[in-house]
């Protein structure tokens, strides 16, 4: 999937050690198994209860060592996720000193993608998979056991949709982060973040294909 979009601005974590490969794949939502040197893929880290800590892309760069990159200004709260999981873990992760990056985020073309951001429409302890509409992005559902793995097999499963899913809207003059989205009269949703001509905003369920007042 081509993301270069999100640009190179990002934080960046690294996990080092002989455990590094096992404990990621026993906390990540994605089966990073396989993952060649150099190979990427996108992942979830999650509270047991299944709502979203973060959203990172993990590269293997060496077969001890991994990557992972996440939204500018959310590299700590990572580490601080994956420490709350590493007991006896021959492993250590750390923040890695890299702002060199020169590509920003295009905003726009994460909007016109429904990616979510992370503070915007990804947050930490309220937001679960389903919703962000990458489940089928970030999220294995053959793999082994991981935190929140429960609610996102459950819902799976048992074919359940989210109470509300992420969608891409015209934008309107007055549109801001945070303001609701009305259909005939009627609240639907909350606009999320707002680029030029388009806006990300949570939809309803029951609502995803009603147009704008």
């Given amino acids: 999937m081509d993301t270069s979009w999100l640009g190179d601005q990002r934080d960046l974590v690294e996990i080092d050690g002989p455990d590094a490969a096992t404990f990621l794949q026993s906390q990540a939502s994605q089966d990073l198994r396989g993952l060649g040197v150099g ?34 200004g959310f590299g700590q709260a990572l580490i601080d996720r994956l420490n709350r999981f590493k007991i006896r873990i021959k492993a250590t992760v750390a923040l890695v000193d890299d702002r060199a990056g020169s590509l920003a985020a295009d905003d726009d073309a994460r909007i ?6 992370m503070g915007a429409e990804i947050i930490p302890g309220e937001t679960i998979p389903a919703e962000t509409g990458l489940a089928d992005v970030a ?4 793999k082994g056991c991981y935190p929140g793995q429960e609610l996102v097999e459950r819902m799976d499963s048992r074919g359940s949709t989210a109470p509300r899913r ?48």
């Fill in 39 to 72: 190979e990427s893929r996108w992942t979830f880290l999650l509270q047991p209860t299944g709502r979203v800590d973060a959203l990172a892309r993990v590269e293997k760069t060496s077969d001890s060592t991994f990557l992972l990159d996440i939204d500018r």
């Fill in 112 to 117: 016109a993608a429904c990616w979510p951001k």
């Fill in 139 to 142: 999220v294995s559902f053959t």
């Fill in 166 to 213: 992420l969608a891409v809207v015209p934008r309107r003059p007055a549109d801001a982060a945070g303001a609701e989205l009305l259909y005939d009269g009627a609240v639907i949703g909350t606009i999320t973040s707002v680029g030029t001509t388009q806006v990300l905003a949570y939809i309803k369920r029951g609502h995803e294909g009603s147009a704008r007042d």
